[in-house]
T-cell receptor, first 113, second 114 residues
Framework: GNSVTQMEGPVTLSEEAFLTINCTYT??????LFWYVQYPGEGLQLLLK?????DKGSNKGFEATYRKETTSFHLEKGSVQVSDSAVYFC????????????FGSGTRLQVQP | GAGVSQTPSNKVTEKGKYVELRCDPI?????LYWYRQSLGQGPEFLIY????????DSGLPNDRFFAVRPEGSVSTLKIQRTERGDSAVYLC????????????FGNGTRLTVT
């Protein structure tokens, strides 16, 4: 079946540090890949997505590249801010017509000033 | 505009009781999803509606769980004979058409079964 594996948190960084959150997936075919973010006290919201191999999703300074050869979709940001502190979820949507997202377990990011 | 609204935000119930959780999606969104999130885990799919019909209910864990969306807008998730293992945050999300259109999540209902 489909699955998503994320690096465990919490990840603690100083402001302006470089961020990488690893995500690998298992799926048949060509799934779409997503990063969702949950800020404190708020609902999950879409951060970025990529729908085919070698696509790069980007938003708010975050980027992730769909790597089919390594089945990965790592999230990166060059310079984090305190306001980026949140829980980040990697997710996939299979290409089988089933619409349900499969989520990873989430990675908590804490950015210290 | 208004986002996805879930009520109540918190629900405490005794083992064996019946509970209903409500979701008001964004107006005009035809697709509606229910997920369950246990502590330290990512959301786990329960059921997906397209309009009034359940297009995919393969995530419902057993027949104690049931969901309806009679008019294609508000949805209710119903849990019979609750068990302590049902304790979790129940998330609702809607999207404009389903498919790869982004999901808009509510803040969830935290259910605690004592």
């Amino acid at each position: 079946g489909n699955s998503v594996t994320q690096m465990e948190g919490p990840v603690t960084l100083s402001e302006e540090a470089f961020l990488t959150i690893n995500c690998t997936y298992t799926a048949t075919g060509y799934p779409s890949l997503f990063w969702y973010v949950q800020y404190p006290g708020e609902g999950l919201q879409l951060l970025l997505k990529a729908t085919k191999a070698d696509d790069k999703g980007s938003n708010k300074g975050f980027e992730a590249t769909y790597r089919k050869e390594t089945t990965s979709f790592h999230l990166e940001k060059g310079s984090v801010q305190v306001s980026d502190s949140a829980v980040y979820f990697c997710a996939l949507s299979p290409d089988t017509g089933r619409r349900a997202l499969t989520f990873g377990s989430g990675t908590r990011l804490q950015v210290q000033p | 505009g208004a986002g996805v609204s879930q009520t109540p935000s918190n629900k405490v119930t005794e083992k064996g009781k019946y509970v209903e959780l409500r979701c008001d999606p964004i107006s005009g969104h035809t697709a509606l999803y229910w997920y369950r999130q246990s502590l330290g885990q990512g959301p786990e799919f329960l059921i997906y509606f397209q309009g009034t019909g359940a297009a995919d209910d393969s995530g419902l864990p057993n027949d104690r769980f049931f969901a309806v969306r009679p008019e294609g807008s508000v949805s209710t998730l119903k849990i019979q004979r609750t068990e302590r293992g049902d304790s979790a945050v129940y998330l609702c999300a809607s999207s404009s058409t389903g498919g790869d259109s982004p999901l808009h999540f509510g803040n969830g209902t935290r259910l605690t079964v004592t």
